[in-house]
């Protein structure tokens, strides 16, 4: 598999490119920051996603959809990421999405998404630190079921329409089998939604579900077979973060080089010192094997073979690469970097959010470690 664009992606990612920075770039994130924006996204904004049809990147032309991959999507998500565009995209148009395929209450969610009616939220993390373990409850209760428990960091959770619930329907916590994956409505009794600032300013929530009622339509996929679903959901999720991280870690560079072009000390550009010309030279090379890492497993996941391991060492290496170029982008900015005038500091902010999510790089190299018997 070539490790580039064919000449159609090159297409998506110029439209994208233009319509983000023009309609959602870092101003307009700082905007619904300062406005102490309770949506933590604008609806209008998400219209406009879908009128390009770009909400139905993955959905299936069958559904009404544009049927294209994961490589379509990430050129999106980069660019999402360049900008710090605050955007369901991520949660909605590709985890939830992937999650959905297939099942029989696509139906009832795809023309919502599809026509930027309707937004997602995941709720699968329950600890401080994503785990994969699942404890909240499922019971059986008439013709459907009974959740109890909570959920922790479910992005939009607080306003979305619907929620991807992963639940214990037997087992123990930590057992692969034993899981299933719920599609509850924002309007569904005793489900209570707090919702958090995080460090770069968006909102999740952490849902409370005291005995929430739903019926047998409400499963995603098989019931106890939910890791079949839930594994394809956060194998999308992870590699969706991660081609949102190398947005992030772009936009931080980009900003950097600039800087260092019109930045004078001595009389000349700092960049003409050869120390920050290695140290530029260094995040660049990072970057671009980690973009290449981001785009193998894109292209295992379109081939339908196991990008199981190559989503892994995608999200631990832009996890890596994303901490350096944010880094050095605030290091190299000097005390300008640290004020919040200057827009290099939201960067080293969502990509600290976008690193824990799904997964951080100790937990994605604990995962090769594992799978290579150690």
Same mark, same amino acid.
């Given at each position: 598999?070539?490790?580039?664009?064919?000449?159609?992606?090159?297409?998506?990612?110029?439209?994208?490119?233009?319509?983000?920075?023009?309609?959602?770039?870092?101003?307009?994130?700082?905007?619904?920051?300062? %406005?102490?924006?309770?949506?933590?996204?604008?609806? =209008?904004?998400?219209?406009?996603? %879908?009128?390009?049809? $770009?909400?139905?990147?993955?959905?299936?032309?069958?559904?009404?959809?544009?049927?294209?991959?994961?490589?379509?999507?990430?050129?999106?998500?980069?660019?999402?990421?360049?900008?710090?565009?605050?955007?369901?995209?991520?949660?909605?148009?590709?985890?939830?999405?992937?999650?959905?395929?297939?099942?029989?209450?696509?139906?009832?969610?795809?023309?919502?998404?599809?026509?930027?009616?309707?937004?997602?939220?995941?709720?699968?993390?329950?600890?401080?630190?994503? =785990?994969?373990?699942?404890?909240?409850?499922?019971?059986?209760?008439?013709?459907?079921?009974?959740?109890?428990?909570?959920?922790?960091?479910?992005?939009?959770?607080?306003?979305?329409?619907?929620?991807?619930?992963?639940?214990?329907?037997?087992?123990?916590?930590? =057992?692969?089998?034993?899981? #299933?994956?719920?599609?509850?409505?924002?309007?569904?009794?005793? $489900?209570?939604?707090?919702?958090?600032?995080?460090?770069?300013?968006?909102?999740?929530?952490?849902?409370?579900?005291?005995?929430?009622?739903?019926?047998? =339509?409400?499963?995603?996929?098989?019931?106890?077979?939910?890791?079949?679903?839930?594994?394809?959901? $956060?194998?999308?999720?992870?590699?969706?973060?991660?081609?949102?991280?190398?947005?992030?870690?772009?936009?931080?560079?980009?900003?950097?080089?600039?800087?260092?072009?019109?930045?004078?000390?001595?009389?000349?550009?700092?960049?003409?010192?050869?120390?920050?010309?290695?140290?530029?030279?260094?995040?660049?090379?990072?970057?671009?094997?980690?973009?290449?890492?981001?785009?193998?497993?894109?292209?295992?996941?379109?081939?339908?073979?196991?990008?199981?391991?190559?989503?892994?060492?995608?999200?631990?290496? #832009?996890?890596?690469?994303?901490?350096?170029?944010?880094?050095?982008?605030?290091?190299?900015?000097?005390?300008?970097?640290? #004020?919040?005038?200057?827009?290099?500091?939201?960067?080293?902010?969502? %990509?600290?959010?976008?690193?824990?999510?799904?997964?951080? #790089?100790?937990?994605?190299?604990?995962? $090769?470690?594992?799978?290579?018997?150690?």
């Amino acid at each position: 598999m070539p490790l580039y664009l064919t000449d159609e992606q090159q297409m998506l990612r110029d439209t994208a490119k233009d319509f983000v920075a023009e309609h959602a770039p870092v101003s307009h994130m700082r905007a619904l920051r300062d %406005a102490n924006d309770a949506t933590g996204f604008s609806r =209008d904004l998400w219209k406009q996603f %879908a009128e390009l049809g $770009l909400t139905g990147v993955l959905v299936p032309e069958a559904d009404g959809g544009l049927g294209l991959g994961h490589v379509e999507a990430g050129v999106v998500l980069e660019e999402i990421g360049r900008n710090l565009s605050p955007s369901p995209f991520l949660a909605t148009a590709v985890a939830a999405v992937e999650a959905l395929k297939g099942s029989a209450i696509r139906e009832q969610y795809f023309p919502g998404i599809i026509a930027g009616e309707t937004v997602a939220a995941l709720a699968i993390d329950e600890g401080r630190k994503h =785990d994969g373990a699942i404890a909240l409850k499922a019971e059986r209760s008439g013709n459907g079921f009974r959740l109890t428990g909570a959920k922790q960091f479910v992005t939009h959770g607080h306003v979305a329409d619907v929620i991807l619930v992963a639940a214990r329907t037997a087992g123990s916590p930590d =057992d692969d089998e034993g899981v #299933t994956l719920f599609a509850i409505t924002k309007d569904a009794a005793d $489900l209570t939604a707090d919702p958090q600032r995080l460090a770069d300013a968006s909102l999740a929530a952490r849902l409370e579900l005291n005995g929430v009622e739903v019926d047998a =339509d409400a499963v995603i996929g098989d019931v106890d077979q939910g890791r079949i679903v839930l594994n394809r959901l $956060l194998a999308a999720g992870r590699t969706g973060a991660s081609a949102e991280l190398v947005g992030v870690a772009g936009g931080a560079a980009d900003m950097t080089y600039a800087y260092l072009k019109d930045r004078k000390q001595f009389g000349v550009p700092i960049g003409s010192f050869q120390a920050l010309q290695h140290r530029a030279a260094h995040l660049y090379s990072e970057m671009e094997v980690a973009r290449a890492a981001v785009l193998k497993a894109q292209q295992l996941l379109d081939a339908g073979q196991d990008a199981t391991q190559a989503v892994s060492v995608a999200k631990a290496m #832009t996890g890596l690469a994303t901490t350096l170029a944010v880094q050095e982008g605030v290091q190299m900015h000097g005390g300008i970097g640290m #004020t919040d005038e200057y827009d290099i500091g939201f960067y080293m902010k969502r %990509a600290r959010v976008l690193a824990e999510m799904f997964g951080d #790089t100790n937990f994605h190299a604990d995962q $090769l470690a594992v799978a290579a018997g150690y």
